[in-house]
């Protein structure tokens, strides 16, 4: 498996959205803000969060594809 970063994981998530949901890539990029990698000590089961500025079925959009993706991707390089 090839190595993930944070802005990586950003860029997936808007994919997914853009594709599944519609609407532009960068306003997606937008509304999920930074990902956030994590120590894997303090955080075993995934090492990178999300802290979306999106509401309402936007953030449910977002909350829905950042747990898909972190089922197939859960660790992220620092």
């Known amino acids: 498996m090839s190595q993930v970063g944070p802005s990586d994981i ?3 998530l808007a994919d997914m959205l ?3 949901v519609g ?3 960068d306003r997606w990029l937008e509304l999920i803000g930074p990902v ?3 120590p894997v000590w303090n955080a075993v089961q995934s090492n990178w969060r999300i ?3 999106a509401t309402g079925d936007e953030l449910s959009a977002i ?3 950042a747990e898909l993706l ?3 991707q859960p ?3 620092s």
Request: no cysteine; glycine share 4%; net charge positive.
């Open 63 to 65: 909350n829905t594809a």
């Open 36 to 38: 956030e990698s994590l």
């Open 51 to 53: 802290t979306p500025i």
């Open 23 to 25: 609407g532009p890539k």
């Open 75 to 77: 660790f992220v390089t």
């Open 10 to 12: 950003a860029v997936m």
């Open 70 to 72: 972190r089922a197939q």
């Open 18 to 20: 853009a594709a599944a």
